[in-house]
């Protein structure tokens, strides 16, 4: 999944998720609240996005929480 569009639509589409640790449960990447994101400085492919960390608030719990991205098949 190089092209950032075909990124978006998963997205939208719900099958991007990140990982709630105190929930544990999977959360919609459009349902949280994103506070920040870190870069691998490893990695230097297409699909920067799949290898950054993410720092968002959990909407059920309202915990900040750290997560790299899944995407659901």
Do not use: I
């Not at 919609?28 to 994103?34: I, K, L």
Request: with cysteine; net charge negative; aromatic share 14%.
């Amino acid at each position: 999944m190089s092209n950032p569009a075909e990124f978006l639509n998963a997205c939208n589409e719900g099958r991007v998720w990140l990982h709630c640790s105190k929930c544990d449960a999977p959360k919609r990447f459009n349902d949280v609240e994103h506070l920040d994101s870190f870069e691998n400085p490893a990695y230097w492919g297409p699909e920067p996005w799949w290898y950054d960390t993410r720092v968002f608030r959990c909407p059920d719990c309202g915990t900040v929480q750290q997560s790299t991205l899944e995407l659901q098949d």
